[in-house]
């Protein structure tokens, strides 16, 4: 692992780019917005797809998280913990003290107090006191619980095998006494967009919240809010952070996609798009429908050979393949956050067996959809829950 010096840190490398929202209402759509859907019904199909810049306030604006848990750690210099990669995205707020923050292929980069970054994709990483600290696995710290997936995690590290080396590295709180501790919260959330997204797959690495800061008022004032909840300790101060943690990240994300985008390429090319952005648009409101490729080349107003040649280059997959993942995006979601049976998700679709949406599932998501109902019936026996 590398340990590099600190005297020169790099970016992480966020350009500017702006994106508009035409009416304030586009912000509470989603893709289960009672409105879109009600409307949908009732007309069967939309009278005129959706713009542009509409799917991206859909989808992107209309961001949400679901936390999974979040942590108050206290350690007292010197100390470094690495953050193993893990599906869901980490979120880090530094309310005391200061820090260094390394990623595979990143110098390290400093953060100071009152200071947030998010890493959209759960990347393994380090945070550190020094970067010339040796780390300890965050797993490994003891941990106690304050309220529902809300803990206070610092001191010794959790009982060791008795085979454990007495050269082990040292743990978070060591230091000189009365050193002031570093206070970092920190969290695990779970975005509405499918992690096979092609935004996620856009996102840089981190994005730190004080870069972003100047061109999203609300920012500032969120880190404000959470420094204000450290400094005065007060009852419940754990669950408003996680709760303003939500929040934060979910503006760090809108701040980037309105502000900091790197150059328009790829999916986001695609969207802007005039001609393709409306049928890349209508996809993704309407997942279930039955689209072909003379039905996309319709909407475009082009050829079928004309569109499917366009579409292909813009965003190197064909019509085809690129309807079936947002099928599958919206087949996974249903079936491991809303507990959908398979059969049920596969005749939603318009699959003619369970046998055939099992095999398009893995082709795309990687392993088929039982998995992941295993999964949650496991998760539901865990916690108590009726499957």
């Not at 980069?109 to 780390?135: E, N, T, W, Y």
């Not at 009982?159 to 978070?172: E, F, G, I, R």
Request: aromatic share 6%; hydrophobic share 40%.
């Amino acid at each position: 692992m590398e340990q590099g010096k600190a005297s020169k840190t790099a970016s992480l490398g966020i350009r500017c780019r702006r994106f508009h929202v035409g009416k304030a209402e586009m912000l509470d759509y989603s893709s289960e917005s009672p409105a879109l859907l009600e409307g949908s019904a009732a007309r069967g199909a939309p009278d005129a797809p959706p713009r542009p810049a509409d799917l991206l306030s859909r989808i992107l604006l209309g961001l949400r998280l679901d936390g999974v848990e979040y942590g108050r750690c206290v350690m007292q210099p010197p100390w470094a913990v690495a953050y193993p990669a893990r599906p869901e995205a980490r979120f880090h707020f530094v309310a005391r003290g200061g820090c260094w923050l390394w990623l595979p292929g990143h110098d390290w980069v400093r953060l100071d107090a009152g200071d947030a970054v998010l890493l959209p994709r759960g990347s393994f990483h380090i945070l550190a006191s020094a970067p010339d600290v040796p780390c300890v696995d965050i797993e490994s710290l003891s941990r106690t619980p304050v309220a529902d997936n809300i803990y206070l995690i610092g001191g010794a590290p959790r009982p060791a095998s008795p085979a454990s080396s007495a050269s082990s590295p040292p743990t978070p709180d060591e230091g000189p006494p009365g050193a002031p501790n570093d206070i970092v919260f920190c969290g695990a959330m779970r975005f509405n967009l499918d992690p096979l997204h092609p935004l996620l797959a856009m996102m840089p690495d981190a994005m730190r919240a004080n870069e972003l800061a100047t061109r999203d008022p609300s920012v500032p004032a969120l880190l404000e809010a959470m420094e204000r909840e450290v400094a005065l300790d007060r009852i419940g101060a754990c669950g408003m952070l996680a709760r303003l943690a939500d929040v934060l990240a979910a503006c760090i994300i809108r701040a980037w996609v309105e502000c900091a985008c790197s150059d328009a390429s790829g999916w986001i090319a695609a969207v802007q798009c005039p001609r393709i952005g409306k049928v890349i648009a209508a996809i993704h409101t309407e997942p279930e429908r039955d689209w072909t490729v003379p039905a996309l080349a319709d909407l475009m107003g082009a050829s079928r050979s004309s569109f499917a040649e366009l579409f292909t280059r813009t965003l190197g997959e064909s019509p085809a393949r690129y309807v079936t993942r947002v099928r599958m995006f919206q087949a996974r979601r249903w079936i491991e956050r809303e507990g959908m049976r398979v059969a049920v998700a596969a005749t939603r679709l318009g699959y003619d067996s369970e046998a055939s949406f099992s095999r398009a599932f893995k082709r795309v998501i990687g392993h088929p959809p039982g998995a992941l109902r295993h999964k949650r019936a496991a998760a539901d026996r865990r916690e108590g829950r009726q499957p």
